[in-house]
């Protein structure tokens, strides 16, 4: 299973972005679906959330500002962000809870994409 994120790059405060990451390769079903970011010298924090029925969860900082969705016929997750500050620059990691087979038996487990950079500047 690999997921492949795109969309990151440099944006001027109050601009936009939107992240959009393909989870590919032996996928039997995906469960949850969700962001990370990771600023310098911090630690990798969830930013949000989305099941396989569509309920989200975000950190209050992105609250009103960020969008989280996704294509369960596409495998994708998206993150939509709007109004975006300087304090939102990090690497931002897509994350997957993916029940993938082997053979006759079902696993489960997280996967992550590649990290993509998000620069919020003016």
């Known amino acids: 299973v690999q997921l492949q994120a795109s969309g990151g790059g440099l944006v001027q405060p109050e601009g936009s972005l939107r992240l959009s990451c393909a989870a590919s390769?032996?996928?039997?079903?995906?469960?949850?679906m969700g962001w990370y970011y990771q600023a310098p010298g911090k630690q990798r924090e969830l930013v949000a959330s989305i099941t396989s029925g569509g309920m989200t969860n975000y950190v209050d900082s992105v609250k009103g500002r960020f969008t989280i969705s996704r294509d369960n016929a596409k495998n994708t997750v998206y993150l939509q962000m709007n109004s975006l500050k300087p304090e939102d620059t990090a690497v931002y990691y897509c994350?997957?809870?993916?029940?993938?087979?082997?053979?006759?038996?079902?696993?489960?487990?997280?996967?992550w994409g590649q990290g993509t950079q998000v620069t919020v500047s003016s």
């Open positions: 994350n997957a809870n993916v029940d993938y087979v082997i053979g006759s038996t079902v696993f489960s487990r997280d996967f």
């Open positions: 390769g032996g996928i039997f079903s995906i469960n949850a």
